[in-house]
């Protein structure tokens, strides 16, 4: 089990010439925890994770990590964190095994130990088969599983992921968040950005939502969505006739016009969806259909920020103001 190492991240503040990126963050990510950073494209996510992991200064405020400040104790913070940025930072011309020996040797673990460790981590993220090929041929999720390997070979208290599975398919991205729960479960910190917000949901023990510079919402996945709206009853009608009458009776409904849809704020208890229905029946409305709609990340995201689910693509690079 690893020791884990908190983050405090405190007043951070970073602006790139007339744009201010960051604009006096706090943020907490206990010991032991996943915390998922989310916002819009140009949000600071890049940003944030990039000074609090030492590749770049902010230009106020502090950030510490398992009690070392990454200003004044870098090399002592650089000893316990592992960085995974958005670009794959592995050599394609070196085989799987030699990348991951590489790196035990920049971490001065020893040629015997250095090479136990990439074999124990070649055989943890199900590179067995491809080890001593060069890396030019390995799939993209076999080159992001090598590199978060590579992020592994010193054993680090907390890991940094910015954007982890993008641009994974499905089947990749599902073993890399088993692996990311794994390390959870192991107790490393981790602190991850995604634009998958079915992925913060999944993984992370607590949620940060971060826009123009500043965090705006944090808390779990579930407290989160309680502040959006309660469970919604959604009517769709066959005809703008019946939706026109449905929207008289029910003047507390929130239309949708364009989808000839009421959206009916509940309780999740099957009375209330009953007698709403009886309702219409009674003044001989007809309904075409009948969903119940529960909060996600997605309405949480939207209400918060003002934008949808953030874009896939345009992914964005350290340095820059994900």
Known sequence: MTTAADIEIS??????????????????????????????NGSGK????????????????TVTIGGYDTVARAREVRAIIGV???????DELFSGRDNLVL??????????????????????????????????????????????????????????????????DPRSRRMLWDTISRLAADGVTIFLTTQYLEEADRLADRIAVL?????????TAAELKSRVHDSEVRLTFPDRDSFDAAASLLPDAR????????????????????NTLNRLDAAGIRVADVGVHAPTLDDVFFALTGNPSPAITDPDEFGGTS
């Open 211 to 219: 826009d123009h510079g500043q965090i705006v919402a944090e808390g």
């Open 255 to 274: 239309p949708v016009p364009e989808a000839r849809r009421l959206d009916i704020a509940t309780d999740d208890t099957v009375a209330t969806v009953r």
């Open 103 to 168: 790196m035990a040797d920049l971490r001065r673990l020893g040629r015997r130990g250095g090479r136990a460790r990439a074999q124990e981590l070649i055989e943890q993220f199900d590179l067995v088969d491809a080890a001593d090929r060069p890396v030019s041929t390995y799939s993209g999720g076999m080159r992001r599983r090598l590199d978060l390997a590579m992020t592994l070979v010193s054993i680090p208290r907390v890991i940094f992921l910015d954007e982890p599975t993008t641009g994974l």
């Open 84 to 90: 995974t940025g958005q670009s794959v930072a592995v």
């Open 46 to 61: 890049t940003t944030t994770v990039g000074i609090a992991s030492t590749l770049f200064p902010a230009d106020s405020g």
């Open 11 to 40: 007043a951070l503040t970073k602006t790139y010439g007339e744009h201010r990126v960051l604009d006096g963050i706090d943020l907490h990510v206990p010991a032991g925890s996943v915390t998922a950073l989310l916002g819009p």
